[in-house]
């Protein structure tokens, strides 16, 4: 079972909450987008992957906050998120999101997302999301990137979805033998 909760603070200020939950231990820590989620992407789940996580975070102004947790066998760790948000026009939309992390395993880490949307009519839509995770334990990164055309069917919206998923090392341009890319 996942799930996930916030809770705001009476009075120590307006913007301290409490957040606690059961997920995945590394898609919690780096901050990675919903959309890439492993849930998401209907991989399989072993309830070894989930893992219980709880801490206090502080808002600062709309667009900061920091985190400051504990998961699994009280394990801590650490975040600094930033959010962005542009309207560039009234059919564009584009959300950057930066997440800076410390963690014991992986040390200093970071997320950045990057999303644009565009309304091509009334009922139908396109996203293009890309999100890129790197730490100083591993000599590579993740990068996921989803791009898709939605369409409004009242209530619903049906997506038509092409996701890539690459593993990257950073010290090369082109994409080496043996690293790991997964088209879902």
């Not at 939309?93 to 009519?121: K, M, N, P």
């Not at 990068?143 to 593993?167: E, I």
Request: proline share 5%.
């Amino acid at each position: 079972m996942r799930f996930s909760a916030n809770f705001r603070l009476p009075n120590p200020e307006k913007n301290t909450y409490i957040f606690t939950g059961r997920d995945n231990r590394r898609e919690v820590i780096t901050d990675k987008p919903e959309s890439f989620s492993r849930q998401q992407l209907w991989q399989a789940q072993t309830e070894a992957d989930r893992s219980f996580f709880a801490g206090i975070g502080r808002a600062v102004g709309d667009s900061v906050d920091f985190r400051i947790g504990f998961h699994g066998a009280l394990k801590p760790y650490v975040q600094g998120r930033y959010r962005k948000s542009w309207e560039p026009s009234t059919i564009d939309a584009i959300d950057f999101r930066e997440t800076v992390f410390v963690t014991a395993a992986d040390r200093i880490g970071s997320t950045s997302a990057l999303s644009y949307q565009h309304v091509f009519s009334p009922i139908l839509v396109g996203r293009w999301l890309s999100a890129a995770t790197i730490t100083q334990a591993d000599s590579h990164f993740e990068w996921s990137s989803s791009v898709g055309a939605y369409k409004s069917l009242g209530s619903q919206s049906l997506p038509a979805v092409d996701l890539q998923s690459c593993r990257l090392p950073l010290h090369q341009s082109a994409r080496p033998p043996g690293t790991r890319c997964r088209r879902y």
